[in-house]
């Protein structure tokens, strides 16, 4: 059985209408346990509070079949997220400060996790922290060099900075971003062109095997050892797009690792990320079409 972990922030996206279970690394673990199925051990590595929201986090990543051994309770409060959405449902959002997941400790066993780790997905906001980013850096610095270690770069102004980002992308061989976060990456690498020149440039320059281009509704691209694909998005009626790129991540983590053809993986991914947009959350429980 093949070992897929989430590294990085728990917290909980707060809505007009209530609290809901969140945090890019979390959401992705969701996704990733629900595609699938029984068929992969999937873990979190976080941090929540010893207050009542850390303990429903640790009942929610439970519930949707996600190991939660090292997700440590510290004497911080679980992180929280104001969100706002605009008239097309996309997100914007307002972080708490100095919250469980800024404090996410080392511990020595975490060494056989990122020792049998298949996958990692990882991205900037859970290293604004200095105490969070040396062990997310330590933990992807201990996993094989055949591991997937999927940088989701997931940029939220103003908690990251071209450091981390160059350090991420030094750990990582797989790289995750959509259309907004590119030329932020190509102004730092100084890439040019096309966006498909761009990722070419990117991979090349960064030592990557692979890179995901979201490109909301004019879909994704996939660049994998040299190969290109490109998948039209999948109409939907927009409810919210809290997770989709999330659940994106995931169902191509579970693609690669399973050495699917880069169409079916990009066209599993897009419908995906697709579903989840016509949902309410980040997580909803994905359909049996869509595991793997």
Aim: charged share 20%; glycine share 8%.
């Amino acid at each position: 059985m093949q070992t897929i972990v989430g590294l990085g922030e728990i917290l909980w996206d707060v809505f007009p209408d209530g609290p809901r279970f969140g945090g890019a690394p979390a959401n992705f673990s969701c996704s990733a346990a629900s595609l699938a199925a029984s068929s992969a051990r999937v873990s979190m590595v976080s941090a929540v509070g010893d207050d009542s929201l850390g303990s429903r986090a640790l009942q929610s990543l439970q519930d949707k079949h996600v190991d939660t051994t090292h997700v440590a309770v510290v004497q911080h409060p679980t992180g929280k997220v104001d969100v706002s959405l605009d008239e097309d449902g996309k997100a914007s959002y307002e972080f708490a400060s100095d919250t469980a997941w800024d404090n996410l400790p080392w511990h020595d066993d975490l060494l056989p996790l990122a020792a049998r780790a298949d996958a990692v997905c990882f991205g900037t906001l859970g290293q604004r922290s200095d105490c969070s980013r040396q062990t997310i850096q330590r933990f992807l610095a201990a996993t094989r060099p055949q591991t997937l270690r999927i940088f989701d770069i997931n940029l939220r102004p103003p908690y990251y900075n071209e450091t981390v980002i160059q350090q991420s992308l030094q750990l990582a061989n797989v790289l995750k971003l959509n259309d907004e976060e590119l030329p932020i990456l190509c102004e730092l690498y100084e890439c040019g062109g096309s966006d498909v020149e761009q990722l070419r440039q990117l991979s090349e320059r960064c030592e990557l095997k692979g890179i995901a281009l979201t490109l909301g509704s004019q879909g994704a691209t996939l660049l994998w050892n040299g190969q290109l694909h490109s998948a039209d998005a999948v109409e939907t009626e927009v409810v919210d797009t809290v997770g989709a790129g999330d659940a994106f991540t995931a169902a191509l983590a579970l693609g690669l690792l399973a050495e699917e053809p880069l169409a079916v993986i990009n066209e599993r991914a897009t419908r995906v990320a697709a579903y989840v947009c016509s949902q309410s959350g980040a997580t909803p429980p994905l359909p049996t079409s869509l595991h793997l």
